[in-house]
């Protein structure tokens, strides 16, 4: 498929709604003696977020974490090369840190390294010793004397950064453990304005960042949540200042392991053997600033897959760039909620799954499943089906009808979704199926 058939046939898909259907990332066989590439001495360039570990029960939290699955999992990391994981504070409710200590501290020391965060942003009032005792806890939590890179975590606004770190005093203290080797990279994890990104790449001459985490992936590159901040312009101004640069969401929350059908048959037509997904992680492996791409691989054939791509790896040459410019395009034009499924909005004080939702709702319009009118053949059937999906994925207590617009988990949103709206608007969606007056 040429460049000219790609971008008539990507148009005419996002219009129609024609999606790839099972293209996402699946298990790759890959060489026991494979390793996974290093832009930068010392670090893969494939990194482990440990957001998303499995868990015992998937409907049930409470049972926590799978740990003889996440040792499994970290076993085959560390013997393909990849040594950087990345935890924080907040993420599984608080248990990913003690998850990932314990797989970690089964290896040497200098065998990994360790990515975890000053998670202070959901705290009303920020003070010097409530950060102080985060930081403090990672260290003990990871039974280590130093922290490999150390993150200020969701930096929102320059007025929070100004709380957070400056009034307290905790990033004058961490500069001091910076130089006392405690932590031995320090920076920031953003998702933020750009007069905000602005103002941090300011204070680089003052406090000489190590690295900076932003989302970055094809879609976001010149598709971002504004002009202003779309990844091209954060990762070329970091470039420009020499600053390493870690990506998260390079799937996009999982997005990009399936896209438009044009796009799809491009990919599988230039690579046959590669999955969907390695195209998000080539794309951005093959920017030279990039320390490591973390992806939160929950499972085997997660793991392998990213493994067999970054062992192997091929950077992405000027067509195969072009051609995911344009694919991102097609991507752009298909009315998604812009969640990442990070969770950060939860627990929501009424009850409602606002991740689970967002995500039935997004995959239901990749795959196809998702109904334009009631003059659709066989209409009826796939409404049942539709509802009745709906209510096995989200329980009816914790379904949208439950919002009441309170926008408690609209400044918690690193992605900037207006979430009560767009609950809102999937609620009028449910409810005119149910009605059938769709």
Request: with cysteine; glycine share 8%; charged share 25%.
């Amino acid at each position: 498929m040429d460049r000219r058939d790609f971008l008539k046939t990507a148009g005419l898909g996002a219009v129609t709604l024609g999606l790839a259907h099972s293209c996402g990332q699946k298990g790759a066989e890959v060489d026991g003696n494979a390793r996974v590439k290093e832009n930068f001495p010392g670090v893969g360039l494939l990194g482990y977020g440990c957001m998303r570990w499995p868990m015992v029960d998937a409907k049930d939290p409470s049972q926590g974490i799978d740990q003889e699955k996440v040792n499994e999992l970290v076993d085959y990391a560390i013997a393909h090369g990849v040594n950087y994981f990345d935890s924080a504070p907040v993420y599984i409710g608080g248990r990913s840190e003690a998850a990932t200590a314990e797989a970690l501290r089964r290896y040497p020391r200098d065998k990994y390294l360790i990515a975890t965060k000053l998670s202070n942003h959901n705290t009303p009032n920020p003070t010097f010793e409530h950060g102080w005792e985060m930081y403090r806890k990672s260290l003990k939590t990871y039974n280590t004397d130093h922290i490999d890179y150390y993150l200020l975590h969701c930096v929102t606004s320059i007025e929070s950064f100004d709380a957070r770190f400056l009034r307290t005093g905790l990033l004058e203290a961490l500069l001091k453990e910076r130089e006392a080797g405690h932590i031995r990279n320090l920076g920031v994890s953003v998702h933020c304005d750009k007069p905000t990104f602005d103002y941090l790449m300011d204070l680089h001459a003052k406090y000489h960042w190590d690295f900076f985490q932003i989302q970055m992936n094809y879609l976001d590159w010149n598709h971002g949540p504004s002009d202003e901040t779309n990844a091209s312009y954060m990762y070329n101004a970091l470039a420009q200042r020499d600053i390493p640069v870690v990506i998260m969401e390079p799937l996009r929350g999982g997005g990009l392991a399936e896209v438009p059908a044009a796009v799809a048959a491009w990919m599988k037509s230039r690579e046959p053997s590669r999955s969907i997904a390695s195209w998000a992680f080539r794309f951005c492996g093959s920017f030279p600033k990039v320390l490591t791409v973390l992806s939160g691989m929950r499972d085997n054939a997660a793991l392998e897959d990213n493994v067999a791509t970054f062992s192997d790896f091929k950077p992405l040459g000027k067509e195969d760039m072009a051609m995911l410019e344009a694919g991102a395009d097609a991507i752009s034009r298909f009315h998604l909620v812009g969640c990442t499924d990070c969770g950060y909005c939860m627990p929501c004080p009424y009850g409602i799954n606002i991740p689970a939702i967002f995500r039935f709702y997004n995959n239901s319009v990749k795959s196809g499943t998702y109904l334009i009118s009631s003059g659709q053949k066989r209409f009826e059937r796939d409404r049942r089906r539709y509802l009745a999906a709906y209510g096995k994925e989200v329980p009816t207590v914790r379904q949208a009808d439950h919002c009441i617009g309170c926008e408690r988990c609209v400044s918690l949103c690193p992605q900037s979704v207006k979430i009560p709206v767009e609950l809102r608007k999937i609620d009028r969606y449910i409810e005119s199926l149910k009605q059938g007056t769709l």
